[in-house]
């Protein structure tokens, strides 16, 4: 069974600039995460949907970040206009009907 | 909002000695704790799950549970050289399925 996959795998950006993340989470997983993870930290919820609806994005800088799942399957990430306090890993995780959590590889996002 | 610290920051064992790692939380509304590894630039490995006080085991990897001390410990048993990378534990309850981190223990193993 193929995990969560994510691309890239890094990314460096000027402070301004707009950055997308994407995530594919193990087939058949109807709840999907993403998290952001500084360096030297643990991961810290942004936000979360259950199929293409978004349960809870109280966490997620709104001005400047959003995240869709339209088809409930896959997810995008998005940052408009980064700033320096953005780099970070950023993680995707499934899984199904809220039970064990996988996670993808992350992607490293480093802002200059 | 759910706090979870993890101790020590850091932990250097010797091959086949017995590592240990602890987790306190802030507050009993938690019911399911995990332990995670992260290898450098890797995702996160589930290493135990556990719901009810008392221990689980899964391989070399034991987590003992006690809500009543809001306290989740991790032990390893005989680490090796490929154990070594940021065990993170985490903490969920019924109301928010978004996991609560600690901030890590970094574990290195010398043969």
């Known amino acids: 069974e193929a995990g969560v996959t994510q691309s890239p795998r890094y990314a460096v950006l000027q402070e301004g600039q707009a950055v997308s993340f994407w995530c594919d989470p193990i087939s058949g997983h109807d709840t999907l995460y993403w998290y952001q993870q500084p360096r030297d930290q643990g991961p810290q919820l942004l936000v979360y949907f259950r199929d293409e609806a978004v349960i809870d994005n109280s966490q997620l800088p709104s001005d400047r970040f959003s995240a869709v799942r339209p088809k409930g399957t896959n997810s995008t990430l998005k940052i408009q206009s980064a700033k320096q306090g953005d780099t970070a890993t950023y993680l995707c995780?499934?899984?199904?009907?809220?039970?064990?959590?996988?996670f993808g590889p992350g992607t490293r996002l480093t802002v200059l | 909002q759910q706090k979870v610290q993890q101790s020590p920051e850091s932990l250097t064992v010797s091959e086949g000695a017995m590592a240990s790692l602890n987790c306190t939380f802030s507050d009993g509304t938690s019911n399911n704790f995990r332990w995670y590894r992260q290898h450098s630039a890797k995702g996160l490995e589930v290493l135990v799950s556990i719901f009810s006080d008392g221990e689980k085991e899964e391989g070399r990897f034991t987590a003992h549970l006690n809500r009543a001390n809001l306290h989740v410990s991790l032990h390893i048993r005989e680490p090796q050289p490929s154990d070594s990378a940021v065990y993170l534990c985490a903490a969920r309850n019924n109301y928010a399925q978004g996991l609560t981190f600690g901030l890590g223990t970094r574990v290195s193993v010398f043969p």
């Open positions: 995780a499934s899984s199904y009907r809220g039970r064990e959590q996988y």
